[in-house]
C-alpha cells in the first residue's frame, strides 16, 4: 500500500510567525504581537520564554517598534508572499496550510463590519496558491487572537468571544470559501493549560487568585463550543467542505514498566486526549469530567451547550507531532524539553539542540492511536525539527540532519498507511524559516527554504533553497516512493 494519489503534500506557517506587517493596512495588534524574544534565557525554558504579565503587555503596548518583538516583523511574507509560494510550487506542493489573522479581518475584534484592506490581502493569496494548483488548507485561530479581546475580558474565559469568533469565522468563510476546502478552527486546543495567554488570551493576573485553572477550563469549554458553531456555519456557507479539529500530539510513554510510570503516562495521555474527544465524539468524557469535579473546577455552560457540541463535531482529526516524551513517578530524573513543554529524558533517543527528542516511529504509534480511537481520516499538519544551519560560502546550505529527520518520519507513516490508517496528507513545519512560537527565535530554523534574518532582525530576507529542499521536491515527485 502506499499513500494515496491524491495525497496532500506540502507544508505549514502561521500568520503571526510569518506575515510581519503587524500595523499595516489597519491591521490590530494580537497576543503574538506582544510576544518578547529573550536573547539570554535558556531556549529550553519555555515557562520564562511565554511568563505574560499585565505590566508586560502594558509595556509592549507603548513600544511601538520591532527589537524585541520579532513576530511583529515575521518573515515579510505579507511583501514576499508571491515570491514564497512559487518556491512551494517549485518543490510541488500540493497543499499549504496557513492561518488567517483575526486582526486583519477585525482589528479589536469587536467591530462589527470587517477591514476590507485584510480581506482583500488573502484573497490574492488564495488566488496565488490558485494559480499552482495548491490547495490551502486553513485554520482561523493560530495564536494571534486580537489583544484588546484579552485586555478587556481576559480573553476566552468571557463567553462574549464565542460570539466574536463566529462573526470573524462567517466573513472568513463567505470571503474565501471559494478558494479553501480544508479548515480547521483553533490550532492545538489543548494549548491553553501549556500557554494561556498565546493561545486563549488568559492574563495570569488579571484571574481571581487561585483561579487561573479554572479560567483555563472555562476558557477551553467557550472555545469548543465556538468551534462547534463554526462547524455549522462552514457547513452552511461552502458546499462540500471539511472541518476539521487540531490536537498537540503529546505521545507520551511510561519511562520504565514502574507501575507508576505506567499510570502517569497513561493518565498523560488521555488527558491529551479528552480535547479530541469532546470535538469528534460530541461530549465530555466520563473521566474527563470526573478529573475536573477532583480538580474543583466548575464549568458554567447555558442549556444549549451540548446539544451544540454534539450536533456540530469535526470530519477529521488534525494534528501536529514533533517528539515523544516519558513520565516518571522519580523526580530526580532528567528532564527533557518538548512542544511548550516538559518531559522524562528517554535514554533511547537522540535530541535536537533545543532537547526536543527525536522519535520517528512515535509518529506511527501517535497515527494507529489515533485512527483506531477515532474512526475518522486524519492529517499530518505540523512535523519537523529545529536547528541551526550555516550557509556556505557559494550559498549552499547543507541540511542532510533535516532530511533524515524528516526521511524517517515519512518512512513511518508509510508503515501506518500500510496497516489501513486512512491520511489525508501532511504539512511539514515549516516549509520557509520563521518566527519560533516558543521562544521567539530566527536562528531555530525548520524550513526547506532559508531566510537571511537574524535573531535580532538583521539580514536581506533573502530566500536561498536548503538541501532538503530539493529531496522534498523529489518525495512528492514520487509520492513519497522515493526517501533517499
Known amino acids: 500500500m502506499s499513500f494515496k494519489k491524491d495525497f496532500l503534500w506540502g507544508g505549514a506557517v502561521s500568520a503571526n510567525q510569518v506575515e510581519g506587517a503587524w500595523n499595516v493596512d489597519g491591521k490590530g495588534i494580537s497576543v503574538a504581537d506582544v510576544a518578547i524574544y529573550k536573547p539570554n534565557l535558556n531556549v529550553e525554558d519555555y515557562a520564562g520564554h511565554n511568563k505574560i504579565t499585565s505590566q508586560i503587555v502594558r509595556e509592549a503596548v507603548e513600544d511601538t517598534s520591532t527589537n524585541f518583538y520579532p513576530k511583529r516583523r515575521g518573515i515579510d511574507f505579507y511583501n514576499y508572499y508571491k515570491e514564497d509560494i512559487a518556491l512551494f510550487a517549485e518543490m510541488g506542493f500540493k497543499a499549504l496550510r496557513i492561518s488567517i489573522a483575526w486582526t486583519r479581518i477585525f482589528p479589536t475584534g469587536e467591530e462589527n463590519e470587517p477591514n476590507y484592506d485584510g480581506i482583500k490581502y488573502y484573497d490574492n493569496i488564495f488566488k496565488e496558491l490558485k494559480k499552482y494548483n495548491i490547495e490551502p488548507i486553513v485554520t482561523l485561530s493560530h495564536y494571534e487572537m486580537p489583544l484588546n479581546l484579552s485586555l478587556k475580558y481576559n480573553g476566552w474565559v468571557d463567553r462574549k468571544l464565542i460570539d466574536y469568533f463566529v462573526r470573524f469565522s462567517t466573513v472568513c468563510f463567505k470571503s474565501f470559501g471559494k ?87 497513561l493518565n498523560s495521555n488521555l488527558g491529551n486526549y479528552a480535547h479530541a474527544d469532546i470535538q469528534i465524539f460530541g461530549e465530555y468524557p ?102 541551526k544551519d550555516v550557509v556556505c560560502e557559494d550559498g549552499t546550505i547543507h541540511d542532510y540532519y533535516r532530511i533524515e529527520y524528516f526521511k524517517q518520519h515519512i518512512l513511518e507513516m508509510k508503515r501506518a498507511v500500510d496497516m489501513g490508517v486512512d491520511l489525508l496528507g501532511y504539512t511539514s513545519w515549516a516549509p520557509i524559516d520563521c518566527i519560533s512560537v516558543s521562544t521567539s527565535q530566527m536562528s531555530k530554523r525548520y524550513g526547506f527554504i532559508y531566510v537571511d534574518q537574524d535573531d535580532d532582525g538583521n539580514g536581506t530576507l533573502k530566500r536561498l533553497k536548503k538541501d532538503s529542499f530539493f529531496w522534498y521536491k523529489n518525495v512528492i515527485s514520487t509520492n513519497g516512493e522515493v526517501l533517499e
Open 286 to 387: 466520563k473521566l474527563y469530567k470526573n478529573y475536573l469535579k477532583n480538580l474543583g473546577v466548575v464549568i458554567n455552560m447555558e442549556d444549549n451547550d451540548e446539544v451544540i457540541l454534539k450536533e456540530n463535531t469535526s470530519d477529521y482529526l488534525a494534528f501536529s507531532y514533533y517528539m515523544s516524551r516519558t513520565e516518571s513517578a522519580d523526580i530526580t530524573k532528567e528532564k527533557s524539553a518538548g512542544n511548550t513543554i516538559m518531559g522524562v529524558k528517554n535514554p533511547y533517543l537522540p535530541s535536537t539542540e533545543w532537547g526536543w527528542q527525536i522519535d520517528p516511529i512515535g509518529l506511527r504509534i501517535s497515527l494507529i492511536e489515533l485512527y483506531d480511537r477515532y474512526s475518522i481520516p486524519l492529517m499530518i499538519v505540523e512535523n519537523g525539527m529545529g536547528a
Open 179 to 265: 478558494y479553501a476546502k480544508y479548515w480547521l478552527t483553533f490550532n492545538e486546543i489543548d494549548s491553553v493549560g501549556r500557554h494561556p495567554f498565546i493561545t486563549a488570551g488568559i492574563i495570569p493576573d488579571q484571574c481571581s487568585e487561585g483561579k487561573l485553572k479554572d479560567a483555563v477550563y472555562q476558557a477551553l469549554h467557550h472555545q469548543y463550543v465556538a468551534a462547534a458553531l463554526a462547524t455549522k456555519k462552514c457547513r452552511e456557507i461552502i458546499k462540500d467542505s471539511k472541518m476539521g479539529c487540531m490536537l498537540t500530539k503529546l505521545t507520551t510513554y511510561p519511562n520504565t514498566c514502574n507501575p507508576e510510570d505506567v499510570l502517569l503516562s
